[in-house]
């Protein structure tokens, strides 16, 4: 069974940074190209970042660029995100998903597992 778990999340004041993990169980990590959505409250979800299996590609969302980044350790089948300089508008549940496809994507349909998800909330 695939198992996506994330942790990290928490409310914090505008301007800190925090390190969100996902550690997987169930499928050939070293495989998967990982990826970080977010869903604010009232809105669709999106992509953040994501990494492709090797480590060597990373991928980010305009807004997020210079702030965040997207790291994994194959060894230990997680994958981060570490947030610095985080904004009000950066509030949302955060989630992790894998996909095997060969490129890295920024499209939620590529992904084939999920995570539950874990809860940012900055504080202006």
């Known amino acids: 069974q695939v198992q996506l778990l994330e942790s990290g999340g928490g409310l914090v004041q505008a301007g800190v940074s925090l390190r969100l993990s996902c550690a997987t169980s169930?499928?050939?990590?070293?495989?998967?190209?990982m990826g970080w959505f977010r869903q604010a409250p009232g809105k669709e979800r999106e992509f953040v970042a994501a990494?492709?299996?090797?480590?060597?590609?990373?991928l980010y969302t305009t807004s997020v660029k210079g702030r965040f980044t997207i790291s994994r350790d194959n060894a230990k089948k997680t994958v981060y995100l570490q947030m610095n300089s985080l904004k009000s508008e950066d509030t949302a549940d955060y989630y992790c998903a894998a996909d095997v496809a060969a490129v890295v994507s920024t499209e939620e349909s590529s992904y084939d597992y999920w995570g539950q998800g874990t809860q940012v909330t900055v504080s202006s």
């Open positions: 990494i492709s299996w090797s480590g060597s590609q990373t």
């Open positions: 169930g499928l050939t990590f070293s495989l998967y190209n």
